[in-house]
């Protein structure tokens, strides 16, 4: 069985379905974010404050690195993991990439609550993430092995349809879904 990672800009629903995914292929879960957040021992918003977005991409490099050589389970990653070439590199190589892929309103209207968010704390919430879609959103479709389209379904819908593309794949056993 090989890892299963999930890419895909802030809010588009990685961590909750991740968790959810690897719960119904009875699979270990693990969180970029939170691994990155532990080795750090303050939160990313912190760090990104304190040292930069730079500094944050080092670490960040390394951690991936690092997961996507021992990872056997499913990875939900920052939704700026994409901007390195080695990172989508040791994503696609080492995993079956799934990008769940929402449009800025979709995420603009999960997210316009949520202040843990560096790269969203800006006056224009919805023309940045506009911003980080233009820009990312190809370097997103070149990591991926397959694409989700997130829309409003229930994360249990998304965890079918994400199943599904895997079977289809060969890369699941058919009936995986169960």
Avoid: W
């Avoid at 911003?131 to 990591?143: I, N």
């Amino acid at each position: 069985m090989t890892s299963i990672a999930l890419i895909g800009l802030p809010g588009s629903g990685k961590s909750t379905v991740g968790r959810q995914l690897a719960r119904r292929l009875q699979l270990p879960f693990s969180d970029s974010d939170h691994v990155i957040e532990q080795q750090l021992g303050c939160s990313i918003r912190e760090y990104f404050e304190r040292e930069g977005e730079e500094r944050f991409r080092d670490v960040e490099e390394s951690t991936i690195d690092r997961v996507t050589l021992n990872q056997h389970g499913v990875l939900s990653t920052g939704g700026g993991v994409v901007l390195r070439a080695v990172n989508r590199q040791h994503l696609h190589e080492r995993c079956q990439v799934v990008y769940l892929n929402s449009s800025p309103e979709e995420l603009f209207r999960r997210l316009r609550h949520d202040v843990n968010r560096p790269l969203l704390q800006v006056a224009d919430p919805l023309a940045r993430l506009r911003e980080l879609h233009a820009v990312r959103e190809p370097l997103y479709r070149q990591t991926a092995h397959f694409v989700v389209e997130t829309g409003r379904p229930s994360v249990s819908t998304l965890v079918g349809m994400i199943l599904m593309q895997l079977e289809l794949a060969g890369v699941l056993p058919l009936n995986s879904r169960v």
